[in-house]
């Protein structure tokens, strides 16, 4: 009984690999000629496990064996032991007719790390199968390569390129290496070529790209200029700034459009942007918040017009933008700034509103002059910054500025005027906000439908400075 109870126990042990001794290498070096599949594919994965060197030429021999399972057992193997031996029938087995195969003779390229491998490895990103591509582009990249980069960037021209591993290669290479043969690649005809090489160029994430992605802003095709904007927006490059606006004075394509007004926002204080109404996609019924923060309004009779910044809406009696209680803009117990570019028609007018008489604030224009104010309470005054200048007729720039003890009115850039306050607003105010009218009662002093053109419609959760406030009034 004790010697059945022991013989258990030590196949037990034996089972949970505890006891049994790990036979040497040539003990499985032998199983690889087995005649029963399974060993053989045993052999090959305890091979990989040990890691020794004289084991190379049987699992080189392995690769051939007529069990895919074998065959991909050998190979990983292979890779284990990084062995530059092994190179030459790897690459044969890149073309093995199984895709495990393939995935792992990639996979023990990348280990071994010989250049010899790289034209193989780059033919095998036009595997049908995604997994092999994956591993051989992460073996491409493990080989350190500069060499490779031309040919990389010449494979982005194929219609069946993989463009994502292709990308990712390329970033992998850094901008001093990939940056020119990409820029040669916006010459080629087809603009999806072109496209893919505006892709690779934001994918690199450097400086170095940016003269490249410049040109591709007059690229003929909407796609490539769509991307190169939006490249410019990762990339967050200021210098794009006045190309991108000169390049919506001119642009007509919607989505083009759309990139820009995203792009600018993320180089006007994106993160204190709270919404920024453009008008640019000449819709005429819903007023777009260009940030993505869901401020979207709803046009009541405007119509789009030339503006300030590519397109404008015409405010007249009866139109305005009905705003509500914008989701993405907060105005109650902090600093804020709102602004436009107006070209007021006539000495009386909202430019935008929030609130009324109880909380609010007002941005507007009253006896041809810009002023600017707050209401606290039902029972306080008003707080009202006014301007001196004439602003009717030309295009004005106005801003208006709330802050702990005072609020600030800005007209071209420039500090027109102050007033002191009794702190923030107290809330969000009970009633909405519009653009060109105040629905209800006003914050300051009036409530008068706009008259002329408003664009460019800002509001951020912060005081703004006065050199930020100059630098969106500049003319372009």
């Avoid at 405007?302 to 009905?322: D, S």
């Avoid at 709330?402 to 009115?409: C, F, I, P």
Wanted: charged share 25%; aromatic share 6%; glycine share 8%.
């Amino acid at each position: 009984m004790k010697t059945a109870v022991v013989i258990s126990l030590l196949i037990w042990a034996a089972s949970l690999g505890v006891c049994a001794a790990e036979p040497a290498a040539e003990a499985y070096v032998r199983d690889l000629q087995s005649s029963v599949p399974a060993v053989r594919e045993n052999a090959a994965a305890r091979l990989g496990r040990l890691a020794d060197q004289s084991a190379v030429p049987a699992l080189v021999a392995a690769l051939k064996d007529p069990e895919k399972e074998v065959r991909r057992e050998a190979a990983k193997a292979l890779g284990a032991m990084k062995d530059g031996r092994a190179v030459t029938p790897l690459l044969e087995a890149l073309r093995d007719k199984e895709a495990n195969v393939r995935l792992y003779a990639a996979y023990a390229l990348g280990e071994i790390k010989d250049p010899k491998a790289a034209a193989a490895l780059l033919a095998a990103l036009g595997d049908p199968e995604y997994c092999v591509r994956d591993q051989a582009a992460w073996a491409l990249r493990e080989l350190h390569d500069p060499g490779i980069v031309g040919t990389v960037v010449g494979a982005l021209k194929e219609d069946s390129a993989d463009v994502p591993h292709l990308l990712w290669l390329l970033k992998g290479a850094g901008a001093e290496q990939a940056t020119v043969p990409l820029a040669a690649l916006l010459k080629e005809p087809q603009p999806r070529v072109r496209l893919r090489a505006v892709q690779a160029l934001a994918e690199l994430e450097d400086t170095a790209a940016v003269e490249p992605l410049l040109a591709a802003l007059k690229d003929a095709d909407a796609g490539v200029r769509r991307t190169s904007v939006e490249a410019f927006t990762k990339l967050g490059d200021d210098r794009a700034e006045k190309p991108l606006k000169a390049l919506l004075a001119g642009e007509k394509d919607p989505a083009v459009q759309e990139a820009i007004g995203h792009a600018l926002a993320v180089f006007s204080r994106e993160n204190d942007l709270m919404a920024h109404w453009r008008f640019d996609d000449q819709d005429t019924k819903v007023a777009k918040d260009v940030t993505g923060h869901g401020s979207d309004g709803q046009i009541k009779g405007c119509e789009p017009t030339a503006g300030k910044v590519g397109h404008a809406l015409r405010f007249a009696k009866g139109n305005y933008v009905e705003l509500g209680h914008p989701p993405g803009a907060r105005f109650g117990n902090v600093p804020f700034t709102v602004m436009a570019w107006v070209k007021s028609e006539a000495k009386n007018g909202v430019v935008v509103a929030k609130g009324g008489a109880f909380c609010g604030f007002s941005l507007y224009v009253m006896d041809g002059v810009a002023k600017f104010g707050i209401h606290l309470t039902q029972a306080g005054p008003a707080y009202i910054a006014v301007g001196t200048e004439q602003v009717v007729g030309p295009w004005v720039h106005l801003a208006g500025v709330v802050k702990s003890d005072h609020v600030e009115l800005y007209v071209n850039g420039k500090l027109a005027a102050t007033a002191k306050t009794e702190g923030y607003l107290p809330g969000e105010c009970g009633q909405g906000m519009e653009i060109g009218y105040d629905e209800t009662n006003s914050p300051a002093e009036i409530t008068d439908n706009f008259e002329g053109l408003i664009d460019e419609v800002k509001a951020y959760s912060a005081a703004l400075s006065a050199e930020d406030i100059a630098k969106q009034a500049t003319p372009e």
